[in-house]
């Protein structure tokens, strides 16, 4: 049996989120530029291959659980055999993907034959207009034809992931209510600062709180109006639910498999659940179980730290030592808890949300 190894603060550490590309197929306003991520050299990145050695150098070190991720997975060539090769590290038990699901319905039997167990499928409006507008270069129906393939296909449990924005102002009711008649969970995630210390256009920064609602939203200028806080957010939902007839929110025992930090409720009689991940109003550091490994191999040990351990060199040189010296190390990094206000210089797709 694997040992679990523990962080300097007593953490279990089992869980491993692996951005596979930084490239996507969409550019939300909230995640990357207009013209994606810079290029990079192919060399600078991970093979599938030593993704996969990594990951089974980790599993006899306490990591059970993967999640693929981004950039947008599911544009990478090598996703399929690379959860093939994790598939078959005894030791990991589950394996998830991220996704905005604009692929899912044409790759959904590969990625389940291939041995992937669940997927979350990120949608932040149900209205086309806003939907093309947040992506830039999403239409709405890729992501709900998507959420219907995985269901179709046998994920499970299916998660919907949902970015909250003030200055969005999304249809969060109708979002919610994708979970009266399937089996979904839909999730609301506060808005993090996450790339808000990239290099912005000169000025534009100290400008950001007086930016105009319409003005197009900027990573890089992240503001904390932005963010709408969980509970008040579930208020929300619930009042504008309770008007409509559907009943207010209910908080539900059960939580899905993999719930992490989400606190989940349930609409009176409905198939699936709605939950809230406050990342921002109520961290939730004292439990995390994970580590991230961005896609040219820099091991984060927290989302909100720019502090990183690189793992690429010892594992193209063959080295397991070397790669495992890192990985406890980086372990042994790993911060009680992150500043809630500090951003970081990566953006989210650079390093796997
Ligand atoms: N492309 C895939 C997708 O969109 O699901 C996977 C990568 S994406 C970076 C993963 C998740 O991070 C998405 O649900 C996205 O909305 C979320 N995300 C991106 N920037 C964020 C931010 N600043 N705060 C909170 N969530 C963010
Ligand atoms: Fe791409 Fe996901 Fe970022 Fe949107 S949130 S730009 S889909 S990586």
Not at 36 to 61: Q, Y
Not at 70 to 86: D, Y
Not at 193 to 202: D, K, L, M
Request: glycine share 8%; proline share 6%.
């Amino acid at each position: 049996m694997a040992r679990s190894l523990h962080d300097g603060f007593g953490r279990s550490i089992n869980y491993l989120r692996i951005s596979v590309t930084d490239k996507c197929n969409y550019r939300c306003v909230y995640c990357m530029p207009e013209k994606g991520v810079p290029p990079r050299d192919h060399a600078e990145l991970l093979t599938a291959e030593e993704i996969a050695r990594f990951v089974s150098l980790v599993a006899a070190e306490g990591i059970t659980r993967v999640r693929l991720t981004g950039g947008e997975p599911l544009v990478s060539h090598r996703i399929v055999p690379l959860i093939e090769e994790i598939r078959a590290i005894p030791q990991i038990e589950d394996i998830a993907l991220t996704t905005n699901g604009a692929l899912l319905p044409r790759m959904a039997p590969e990625l389940r034959g291939a041995g992937l167990d669940r997927v979350n499928i990120s949608l932040d409006t149900l209205d086309p207009a806003r939907f093309s507008q947040i992506t830039r270069l999403g239409r709405v129906e890729q992501a709900l034809a998507g959420i219907d393939a995985a269901l179709a296909h046998g994920f499970h449990p299916v998660k919907v992931n949902t970015v909250v924005v003030r200055r969005m102002r999304q249809d969060v009711l109708e979002l919610a209510k994708l979970s009266l008649d399937r089996p979904v969970h839909v999730r609301f995630i506060e808005y993090m600062p996450i790339g808000s210390t990239a290099s912005a256009p000169a000025g534009e920064r100290s400008s950001c709180r007086a930016m105009a609602a319409e003005q197009e939203l900027d990573a890089r200028l992240w503001d904390a109006s932005d963010v709408v806080p969980s509970d008040e957010l579930r208020e929300r939902i619930s009042t504008e639910a309770a008007a409509a007839g559907i009943g207010e929110l209910e908080p539900v025992d059960a939580a899905p498999y993999g719930a992490g930090p989400a606190r989940y409720w349930a609409f009176p009689g409905a198939a699936g659940t709605v939950g809230f991940i406050s990342a921002m109003s109520n961290h939730f550091c004292s439990s995390c179980n994970r580590l991230r490994l961005t896609a040219d191999g820099q091991l984060r040990p927290c989302l909100f730290s720019d502090a990183e351990h690189q793992v690429r060199d010892a594992l193209r040189a063959g080295d397991d030592d070397a790669v495992l010296a890192r990985y406890r190390e980086a372990l042994a990094c790993k911060p009680q808890q992150h500043d809630r206000i500090d951003g970081t210089a990566r953006l989210m797709s650079q390093i796997g949300g």
